[in-house]
């Protein structure tokens, strides 16, 4: 695929010099781009199916965002048909642009100010009030307990988990789902939301910081996407979980003082980020018996993957107590 020429069907320009690759993923790519319109970010993805309502989601709030001041990359935002903001250049292919921002990803701790700004930028969001269509709101999914049981047992058998693990994994399973069920028989509102706020997608630029990446953007509750968020960004592996108290309150600050709406400070608050740290266990778990396909390689991969989000499961779940008194500061 050569990106030069992507750039152009855009309506970008011709590129100025060769571009440099930033992402490499089969069926999702990016790269920098440099043309007489400036220095662009280039991504190219495969068509998404029944997942194309999502995306168009996706890019109202990124718009949105954009228009209301939120700092980020200025998306490039296309004059002919488009699925939100990317436009159709193959059969069965999409791609769209963004300013590319010098910066660097912070490091740990995070500086009080960013945190602050973090939480005040997830209200800023909120405000824009964009309702999920309920036809792409993908329902947190709850297994039953013998379906655990059988993939906790078959994980033992080839040596993905332990005994201990597979018992801890099973315990945090059981933990987390009559709360996902809780979640579903009186459901919040929910609008669309960033949905992946993370260090990788904040950005330390010359003019403050920056949110990038909205292209995960989902159905969500504002507050949960604050507490996961405040939570979750220790600057750790994204699979470990290691909350900074410092961090937690300056971004919770930063949200109360921006308007961000308050919920539920128990252990529903944290109903968001359980049910989506259980979701991508279950599915490295998946992954490392071989049920998703894939070779040895593969297998190993996800081996490594599930066993730290055991460790990441069971320390969230053991410090809940404390951190919801976090919360009620």
Known sequence: MDPARVAERLGLGKARRPATVLKDVEGAWAWRVDTGSGAWVVKVNDDWGDYSRAIEQAGELELGAWRAGVAMPE???????????????DEGRYARALRFLDGEHPAS???????????????????????ADPVIDYAFNVHPESDWDDWLAQAVGLGVLDEEAARALGDAARYIEPIIEAARASPPQKLVVHSDISFANLLLTADGPALLDFD????????????????GLDGTDIRT?????????????????AGGSAGPTDERAFTGMLAGRLASTAWELW??????????????????????????????????????TWLRC
Request: aromatic share 8%.
């Open 216 to 231: 995960g953007a989902a159905p969500g509750v504002p507050w949960w996407e604050l507490v996961a968020t405040a939570f």
């Open 287 to 324: 992954m490392a018996c071989g049920h998703r396909g894939g070779g040895p390689e593969l297998h190993a991969e996800f081996t490594r993957a599930v066993r730290l989000s055991v460790v990441a499961l069971t320390t969230m779940i053991d410090s809940i107590p404390e951190w919801t």
């Open 241 to 257: 979980m290691e909350a900074d108290r410092t961090t937690v309150e300056q971004c919770l600050s930063g949200y109360l003082a």
């Open 75 to 89: 998306p490039f935002i296309p004059e002919a048909a488009a699925v939100g903001l990317w436009q159709p250049i």
């Open 109 to 131: 701790p995070l500086a009080p100010a960013v945190a602050a700004w973090t939480g005040a930028t997830i209200a800023a969001l909120e405000r824009l009030a964009i309702p």
